[in-house]
Structure formats: structure tokens, C-alpha cells
């Protein structure tokens, strides 16, 4: 059973940093896709970035340049450093493991599938 638990949201202002980080398990972790997407209220969920088994990476042209998605295989956890936040990535974020099976989660940048499963969320929020 995939288990996601993501954590390291907050509250910053523009320009500030965060840290999120997924602890995946239920599934062979270093062999699938893993992404993140977020959903801000009255909005639909937005595939930000995505990271294949071997640690290529995807970023959606909003967070391109700012966002750094990286993979940690051998504790199986997920991270996106955030920088340079702006108000406009006030959102829940989710972890993703993108397995090609599941519920459709979001167009999900690159090649990664838009299909898996995804965690409880942990909520950024970015004032001005």
C-alpha cells in the first residue's frame, strides 16, 4: 500500500525559502516517477515538477529557475527546495508517487505518468 506523509510547509514572505520533504513507502520507491502538485482554493491541481528513477528532472514553467526537485533513493524520500517564493505559490502542496496506475493526478510536467497516488498535503502559503 503506497504511504505518502509530506512535510515542511509554512507560512513566508515573497522572496523566502522552504523545504519540502515526502517519506514514501508501500512500493519499490527508487523505480517510479515521483512529483509534486499543488491546489490552491478554486483552482485546479497543477503538476509543478517531477523526477524520474534516474533523477531527471521536469519543472512547470512557473516554478522553472526557483524550484529544485531532488530524490534521496536510499532513505526513499523526495524533496523541492523552494526559492523565491511568490504570493501566486500560495497552495497545498502534494507529494506524488507517479506509478501509472491509480487516480489521475495532474498534467504532470515531462514524461512522468499523470497517474498514482498521492499524500495528506502540507500547506505553503506566501505573503507579500
Known amino acids: 500500500q503506497v504511504h505518502l506523509v509530506e512535510s515542511g510547509g509554512g507560512s513566508v514572505q515573497a522572496g523566502g525559502s522552504l523545504r519540502l520533504s515526502c517519506a514514501a513507502s508501500?512500493?519499490?520507491?527508487?523505480?517510479?516517477?515521483m512529483g509534486w502538485v499543488r491546489q490552491a482554493p478554486g483552482k485546479e491541481r497543477e503538476g509543478v515538477a517531477a523526477?524520474?528513477?534516474?533523477?531527471?528532472?521536469s519543472y512547470a514553467d512557473s516554478v522553472k529557475g526557483r524550484f529544485t526537485l531532488s530524490r534521496d533513493n536510499a532513505k526513499n524520500t523526495l524533496y523541492l527546495q523552494m526559492n523565491s517564493l511568490k504570493p501566486e505559490d500560495t497552495a497545498m502542496y502534494y507529494c506524488?508517487?507517479?506509478?501509472?496506475?491509480?487516480?489521475?493526478?495532474?498534467?504532470?510536467?515531462?514524461?512522468?505518468?499523470?497517474?498514482?497516488?498521492w499524500g495528506q498535503g502540507t500547506q505553503v502559503t506566501v505573503s507579500s
Open positions: 506524488a508517487a507517479l506509478l501509472g496506475t491509480g487516480s489521475r493526478i495532474a498534467t504532470m510536467p515531462g514524461r512522468c505518468s499523470d497517474f498514482g497516488y
Open positions: 508501500g512500493y519499490n520507491y527508487s523505480s517510479y516517477c
Open positions: 523526477i524520474d528513477g534516474d533523477a531527471g528532472t
